[in-house]
């Protein structure tokens, strides 16, 4: 039985514990700025993901690693061979992130990663003028968010064919790797298969990065027009090709990101492009968003992307079909807010999947973007709850971000920090969360609950529950600095009000 204390009133600064007949919590502090740091580590853990680099004990700390991962020699699968690159040619394609707990890169998850990014850095480009995470990038001009995304946005754009405008689907070993440090493996990568699904979210991606550096960083003037140009042609060779479905090649396997049905991602690129380029015949698809599941966000649904960018964007450019899209968006968030008013841990997730946790997230996002665009404070407190359930007010029992809270994984799925001879895992990291579809990794019997919202284990081999992925990685980003962001806002407000 769950039950609900409020304890609002308490507002005196301090740490302090909820003891309940013989048991009590463990302790939490109330203090200004309570999110910073949980936000600053979320966002350094995108620096900790980087391919093709070293990273040394100035910026990583004990989890500094070597050089590792160039990118600088990949070989085009046949899966993925044109006219200009044959197979087995050699292409370069460095930087990046590594996915998750493989060093795999896949633009499919690359793309709503950081978009993601991209609308906080845009939400806040004041804020994060002033946002350190200490990396090496740390003491340019540049806010380090967006050196960050410049990180993975550079990789992006050598995924893409010159010849063609398509995009392959991802760079990959033939298979994972076993749990050992990235400096360590010598099997050759690939790229494999260009695909609708990559080259639409591809195009997405660029578009809005494009448009986002005009509007802040018009000293990025050429690579703006230059992400734009390639997203335009992205685009026209999804229209080309409209039913590329990636699936795996038979001798490769590492993840998918499959995803068939692609009229979101048209929807989600047409959006962007429409609002980088003011040309309304990217809006074709605006009449079918009905067809289109857009009350759930995660890599295979990116509708409420494109819905989120046009209505971050309305001044610019009004159109027809918008209001129904503004409808679509409302709806969406009241069946958000709903399902928050009726769990009993107060938290918006009604269905535990694989990746529950960001799920959960993206959720949030959907929240705050709502609280920005109509000011309604319930909105925020929804999405203040969600963020504590992450934090440990969970049936868990446990802070489900590493470094963080009392109780936190400390076995992750996530080859470096299982194999860097570190005990603590990479810090700043959330989890994919519980998920009872998918026990066989580790086995059911090993599950402490098969319980939906309590089928999580600490596990290292349990990537259905203990993984962590820059997808779930990028909301809780957004959603601890807005959060921190919008609070500090309001304290300032309500000061003035009281002076
Ligand atoms: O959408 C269905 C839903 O309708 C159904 O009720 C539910 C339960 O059966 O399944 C849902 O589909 C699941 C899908 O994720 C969406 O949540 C699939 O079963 C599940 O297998 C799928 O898991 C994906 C997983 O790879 C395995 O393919 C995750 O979304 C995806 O985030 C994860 O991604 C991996 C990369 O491939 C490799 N790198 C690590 C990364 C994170 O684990
Ligand atoms: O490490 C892999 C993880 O990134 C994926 O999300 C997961 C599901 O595709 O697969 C993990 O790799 C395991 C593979 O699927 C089965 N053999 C053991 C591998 C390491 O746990």
């Not at 959960?360 to 203040?384: F, M, P, R, S, V």
């Amino acid at each position: 039985m769950a039950r609900t204390a409020d304890f609002s009133a308490v507002a005196e600064p301090g740490k302090y514990k909820i003891i309940v007949g013989n048991v009590e919590s463990f302790p939490f502090e109330i203090k200004d700025k309570v999110y910073e740091n949980v936000a600053k580590a979320a966002l350094k853990a995108f620096y900790y993901q980087r391919a093709s680099a070293a990273l040394p004990e100035k910026y990583a700390g004990k989890w500094a690693r070597k050089f590792a991962v160039p990118d600088t020699a990949v070989i085009v699968h046949k899966s993925a061979a044109s006219q200009g690159r044959k197979a087995g040619s050699v292409i370069s394609a460095p930087k990046g992130w590594f996915d998750a707990g493989d060093y795999n890169k896949y633009i499919v998850n690359s793309a709503i990663t950081t978009y993601t990014l991209i609308l906080l850095y845009e939400t806040f480009p004041e804020a994060f003028k002033s946002v350190k995470i200490n990396i090496p990038e740390s003491s340019n001009n540049t806010p380090d968010i967006l050196d960050e995304i410049l990180w993975n946005i550079r990789w992006m754009m050598k995924m893409q064919d010159p010849a063609d405008g398509g995009v392959y689907h991802k760079l990959t070993y033939a298979n994972f790797q076993p749990y050992v440090m990235p400096d360590e493996i010598t099997a050759p990568r690939f790229v494999v298969g260009k695909s609708t699904s990559a080259a639409l979210d591809f195009s997405a991606t660029l578009a809005h990065f494009s448009l986002a550096l005009r509007k802040n960083n018009p000293e990025l003037k050429l690579l703006s027009d230059s992400c734009l140009l390639m997203a335009k042609n992205a685009w026209n060779w999804a229209v080309k090709n409209p039913d590329v479905h990636f699936h795996n090649p038979q001798d490769i396997y590492t993840g998918e990101y499959a995803d068939n049905f692609l009229l979101d991602n048209f929807f989600w690129a047409g959006i962007e492009l429409f609002h980088a380029t003011k040309d309304k015949s990217y809006l074709r698809y605006m009449n079918r968003l009905s067809e289109m599941v857009t009350d759930s966000l995660y890599w295979a649904h990116v509708a409420m992307l494109g819905i989120l960018t046009a209505l971050n964007n309305q001044g610019d450019a009004a159109f027809e079909g918008y209001e129904n899209l503004e409808k679509v968006f409302r709806n969406a968030v009241n069946n958000i807010y709903k399902n928050y008013l009726n769990s009993p841990y107060k938290i918006s997730l009604d269905v535990f999947k694989w990746g529950s946790n960001g799920n959960l997230l993206n959720e949030t996002l959907i929240l705050l973007n709502a609280y920005k665009l109509y000011g309604k404070k319930e909105y925020l407190d929804a999405a203040i709850s969600n963020a504590d359930y992450i934090l440990g007010k969970n049936p868990v029992n446990i802070c489900y971000v590493t470094d963080f809270g009392s109780k936190f994984p400390m076995n992750i799925h996530h080859r470096i920090s299982i194999a860097d001879g570190v005990k603590e895992p990479v810090p700043g990291f959330v989890v994919g969360g519980p998920n009872p579809n998918d026990v066989s990794d580790i086995g059911a019997y090993k599950y402490p609950s098969l319980l939906p919202a309590k089928c999580y284990a600490d596990n290292e081999n349990s990537y259905s529950t203990n993984e962590v992925a820059i997808n779930w990685n990028a909301p809780l980003v957004f959603v601890m600095f807005s959060i921190e962001n919008f609070m500090q806002r309001n304290n300032k407000i309500s000061l003035k009000k009281n002076w």
